[in-house]
């Protein structure tokens, strides 16, 4: 009896400790898996919302491709940090001297600008602005300087920064900018006092570009058309050089009309009285009274 109790109490007590590991697994996989719950849901809300398909979403229209800019071609020569002396005499010679733009052609598609400049001595001189801006006269083609009717382009007529007048060699984009700069000839004046003319005060003379005083003697202007003054000198020897030509406005280019002012000068005698000198260069000094004396460039 004895025997069978304990076997009994032996059966039932290893029995108990068999059952308790099971309970004690369900509820550690219970836990584990309420873990493993609340990591997905953690990361579940966490997740950006799935994505719509690619066929769903409407095309975006492709943004154009900017063309591309133009490579900038090197300077010809040096850039001149500073002006050199040699220069700075003939930039000296340009604000004291007297010199006249007879003419101009602009070529924009070429980044190209043709001069007619009279000098000191009246001899018609051709400077070219382009990437080496270049001149006909004796000093420019023997010495290779920057001359000075170089200069005076430059200073007086396109009347660009200081540091681009002196220099040997030009930019594309520094002979863009001159010529938005600078204007070949004034726009056509529609209204009803187009030819009224303008004030002296606020004008200057579009072949010397010089600037004229109030009251001055000696100064036409364009009745025809836009009103501009010019000096009657200075009319003379644009139209001097016009041989063959119609005699126009300097500003405007209408055909010029004889006013009162000017009635007194034949200027069909001009044309057929302008001379080449011996250097072959078309000269209108002895007929506007000019010395013949050459100056230093």
């Known amino acids: 009896m004895a025997d069978s109790q304990a076997s009994e109490n032996a059966t039932g007590s290893n029995t108990l400790p068999r059952q308790g590991p099971p309970k004690r697994r369900r509820e550690d996989s219970g836990l584990e898996n309420m873990g493993l719950q609340d990591d997905e849901n953690q990361a579940g809300s966490s997740r950006p919302p799935p994505k719509r398909s690619a066929v769903d979403l409407p095309e975006e229209p492709e943004e154009p491709e900017e063309p591309e800019e133009p490579e900038e071609p090197p300077r010809l020569k040096e850039y001149r940090s500073s002006c050199p002396s040699a220069v700075e005499q003939r930039i000296g010679r340009v604000r004291r001297q007297r010199m006249f ?13 043709e001069f007619k400049i009279a000098g000191s001595t009246g001899n018609v001189y051709t400077v070219v602005l382009e990437n080496i801006p270049t001149c006909d006269c004796p000093d420019s083609n023997h010495k290779n300087e920057t001359c000075k009717h170089i200069l005076f382009v430059m200073i007086k007529v396109l009347r660009v920064r200081d540091e681009l007048s002196y220099q040997a060699a030009l930019l594309n984009s520094e002979i863009r900018e001159i010529f938005e700069t600078s204007s070949v000839r004034v726009e056509l004046d529609t209204s009803e006092d187009k030819r009224q003319r303008k004030s002296l005060d ?61 009635r007194d000068y034949d200027y069909e005698d001009i044309l057929q009285n302008a001379t080449r000198g011996r250097e072959g260069y078309l000269n209108v000094g002895q007929e506007l009274g000019m010395g013949s004396r050459r100056d230093r460039y």
């Open 101 to 113: 733009c007879l003419g101009r052609e602009r070529d924009e598609e070429n980044l190209r600008e």
């Open 202 to 262: 606020a004008d200057e003379c579009p072949v010397c570009y010089e600037p004229f005083q109030q009251g001055e003697k000696g100064v036409l202007f364009c009745v025809a058309q836009c009103g501009s003054n010019i000096h009657r000198e200075c009319f003379r020897q644009w139209a001097a050089v016009k041989v063959g030509d119609t005699v126009t406005c300097v500003m405007c280019r209408t055909p010029w009309e004889e006013s009162s002012a000017d």
